[in-house]
């Protein structure tokens, strides 16, 4: 398989899938290393991924020019977000030595009872490319520090910073204990099919029913994408146009928690459509943000706008030529547009109106994804009660696509019910076993 730099289209390398041999004994490794890393103790694996975090950041640049060859980012966003890894792992080596079970005590006359949390084995962690390596590391970090080995297979498109990882997890952590498996589809189905205790998924949401599918009873920690809703009131501050545009182009819109259905009532519409629209001109592709990913992706992205019914459609400057797409501007458009109903997964925004909070919620709450969510208003009582009845995992006031370690992230409905960062994604990744002795 030949891999193509989405920047210029050119070929920068090829990529030999891995199939039924290779995948058996990548896992049967795994396999092999999970007893001895499964019993050091959290302070030995704390050691260890904070090795791991130092390989990073020694090797920054490396994995800087692997993530741009990949995916066509600026260099500052993917050098931010490759700090953002090494912080990850940071976090869990430490986040893994905090105890989470109930308390030991005596529940029953007699008895003595505690509950031992104890990892799920070998975990096959499928990533996508959007954030080849960040999202990796929003699967591995957690994993590894739960006491699991990991196989991670990243997309077919962006394999070259996982490689990384995998040759410096091999230094870091032992041989087996993170591996990667390279390849396509087909290297992702023989992966969810192998001797794995654990599926962790990140992808659409019919790749995921697939795996859940395929999986049997085993199980499987999904994030299926979002299309995300953005209600915007009458008296929403300054910054929310730019703040929008900004997340909005963020990755060329490559991400499933990005704004994408803004919804204003009848009072504002018009000047939401303008101030975004100007807001949105001030983002240039080529210069602000990079080029969609992939062929496949691009011709998803412009099927989505071409069979749109809005009335407006306002395209911002930028390159358009292979894989780049400029910032767009879609509005009077039927609440049941492709554009609304579809997770276009590019620096697209789309503009609905509704005549009260209430019916804005209804349109927000009105897909089947149910990722995340944000609300612009200087009424902070309007804003607790809308985010309170908002249908999403993660909603933001007044800034969207403002994510730590510390603060999870999780959907709902279509958009799956893994639970990624924070220390609740640790019992992804864990098992409760109670110990109950008569005394």
């Given at each position: 398989m030949d891999l193509i730099d989405p920047r210029t289209g050119a070929v920068r390398g090829s990529l030999d899938p891995a199939r039924a041999e290779r995948v058996t004994e990548t896992v049967a490794a795994a396999r092999l290393a999970t007893a001895p890393w499964r019993a050091l103790t959290p302070r030995e694996r704390e050691r260890r991924l904070d090795a791991l975090a130092d390989l990073i950041e020694r090797h920054l640049g490396e994995y800087t020019e692997l993530e741009r060859a990949g995916t066509g980012k600026p260099a500052d966003e993917a050098a931010g977000e490759l700090r953002d890894v090494a912080d990850l792992f940071r976090f869990y080596a430490g986040a893994a030595r905090a105890g989470t079970a109930p308390a030991a005590g005596r529940y029953l006359p007699g008895h003595e009872s505690w509950v031992r949390w104890e990892p799920v084995g070998v975990v096959g962690a499928i990533v996508p490319w959007n954030y080849p390596l960040l999202m990796a590391a929003w699967r591995c970090a957690p994993a590894l520090a739960a006491g699991n080995t990991v196989v991670v297979k990243p997309a077919e498109t962006t394999p070259d910073s996982v490689a990384l990882l995998a040759e410096h997890a091999a230094k870091a952590l032992g041989d087996g204990v993170l591996t990667a498996l390279p390849g396509d589809r087909e290297t992702g189905r023989l992966l969810v099919t192998s001797d794995v205790d654990m599926i962790a998924f990140t992808g659409s949401a019919a790749a995921g029913a697939d795996i859940a599918a395929r999986a049997g009873h085993r199980r499987v920690s999904p994030e299926l994408g979002g299309n995300s809703p953005v209600l915007v009131l009458p008296d929403a501050p300054a910054h929310t146009w730019s703040a929008l545009a900004e997340a909005c182009t963020y990755n060329a819109g490559q991400s499933c928690a990005a704004p994408a259905r803004v919804i204003t009532l009848d009072e504002n519409h018009e000047q939401v459509v303008t101030a975004l629209a100007a807001a949105l001109a001030g983002r240039w592709a080529g210069r602000d943000f990079g080029p969609l990913n992939n062929p496949d992706q691009a011709a998803r992205y412009d099927r989505v706008l071409a069979a749109s019914a809005a009335g407006r459609s306002i395209t911002a400057p930028g390159r358009t030529d292979g894989l780049w797409r400029p910032a767009t501007l879609l509005a009077d458009l039927p609440d049941d547009d492709p554009a609304v109903l579809t997770e276009a997964f590019g620096p697209l925004l789309t503009v609905q109106r509704a005549a009260t909070p209430d019916d804005a919620l209804a349109l927000a709450n009105g897909v089947p994804q149910a990722l995340a969510a944000s609300v612009w208003t200087a009424d902070l009582t309007a804003a607790l009660d809308l985010t309170a009845r908002l249908h999403a995992g993660e909603t933001w006031l007044n800034c969207h696509l403002v994510q730590s370690a510390e603060l999870p992230?999780?959907?709902?409905?279509?958009?799956?019910?893994?639970?990624?960062?924070?220390?609740?994604?640790?019992?992804?990744?864990?098992?409760?076993?109670?110990?109950?002795?008569?005394?």
């Open positions: 992230h999780s959907g709902r409905g279509a958009s799956g019910h893994g639970t990624d960062l924070s220390i609740l994604a640790l019992q992804e990744y864990q098992r409760p076993k109670t110990v109950t002795v008569r005394l």
